[in-house]
């Protein structure tokens, strides 16, 4: 599986933005997503997951803002994000697991290329 994120840019705090990953291969539908965020200077966060059958799990940071989804006939899932904050600043990944979901980066096999999100004062 190969993995395109893309979407990000400068946005203000409050503001939304909609990432996109975009995946090749016949069993994306398999595979659970997740996405995973890193900020300068600061480990890989957990962002957010959705398995294969649509059930979702979300880091705390971002609850009630951010909202994942799939659409498996397009090999897309989408991260739909709201209420922007200033710490939602890092460059997001998109990764896909054969086996298993959740937040350990160590559970998903292949990863995108990343994309920036910046959000602004």
């Known amino acids: 599986v190969q993995l395109q994120a893309s979407g990000g840019g400068l946005v203000q705090a409050g503001g939304s933005l909609r990432l996109s990953c975009a995946a090749s291969g016949r069993t994306f539908s398999t595979y659970a997503i997740g996405w995973f965020r890193q900020a300068p200077g600061k480990e890989r966060e957990f962002v957010t997951a959705?398995?294969?059958?649509?059930?979702?799990y979300n880091g705390d940071s971002v609850k009630g803002r951010f909202t994942i989804s799939r659409d498996n006939a397009k090999n897309t899932v989408i991260l739909q994000m709201n209420s922007l904050k200033l710490e939602d600043t890092a460059v997001y990944y998109c990764?896909?697991?054969?086996?298993?979901?959740?937040?350990?980066?160590?559970?998903?096999?292949?990863w995108g290329q990343g994309t920036q999100v910046t959000v602004s004062s």
């Open positions: 990764a896909a697991a054969r086996r298993g979901v959740g937040s350990s980066s160590g559970l998903y096999d292949y």
């Open positions: 959705i398995t294969w059958s649509g059930t979702t």
